[in-house]
């Protein structure tokens, strides 16, 4: 039985790896969407850095989850999406591009907002301790938009917070 990485065909290991960072990038969105800190500091290395623009946030990986946090529950609902992710490997580091679709709605003024992002998350990531972690991530963002939302008929489900289903169901208690 293979007790490492380094024991199995390079194929296999690859596909391990890039399925621990694809797993990672789907973790960030679950963090930041349920607002839970802690999951969202897991993915990144100690003294990860981040870039996601003058206008957002440049410095350490663990003040930015806190300021989307914070950002998000001044939020009514939000949703984040990857896709369309690119590994390089090479050893015990990686370089992904990954594009995020992030909705958020929010009251302002007494009307209903909600912003749309468009970007790609460019990340440099290295393995530590047989842990894959985001060491620098920038953020591009490619586009965005601020528009008025009328809400639908079906009314949200979801908790800013690990009340949400998705807790109940990986804990099985759902």
């Not at 060491?135 to 528009?147: A, I, K, Q, W, Y």
């Not at 109940?168 to 208690?173: D, K, Q």
Request: glycine share 8%; aromatic share 10%.
């Amino acid at each position: 039985m293979a007790t490492t990485t380094e024991d199995l065909p390079v194929e296999l290991r690859e596909w391990l790896d890039r399925s621990q960072i694809t797993e990672a990038l789907y973790t960030y969105c679950r963090a930041v969407d349920r607002v839970d800190r802690e999951l969202g500091y897991s993915i990144w290395n100690e003294g990860a850095q981040v870039d996601y623009g003058e206008a957002i946030f440049v410095g350490p990986a663990r003040g930015v989850i806190d300021h989307i946090c914070d950002s998000h529950l001044q939020g009514i609902a939000h949703s984040h999406q990857i896709a369309n992710v690119i590994i390089r490997l090479d050893g015990d580091r990686a370089f992904s591009e990954a594009y995020v679709n992030s909705a958020m709605r929010m009251m302002h003024e007494g009307e209903l907002l909600q912003v749309n992002t468009r970007g790609r998350y460019l990340d440099r990531w290295s393995r530590r301790d047989g842990r894959w972690g985001i060491d620098r991530r920038v953020f591009v963002n490619d586009f965005d938009e601020v528009r008025r939302a009328v809400p639908g008929s079906i009314p949200p489900r979801l908790t800013l917070d690990r009340n949400d289903l998705s807790y109940a169901l990986f804990e099985g208690r759902l």
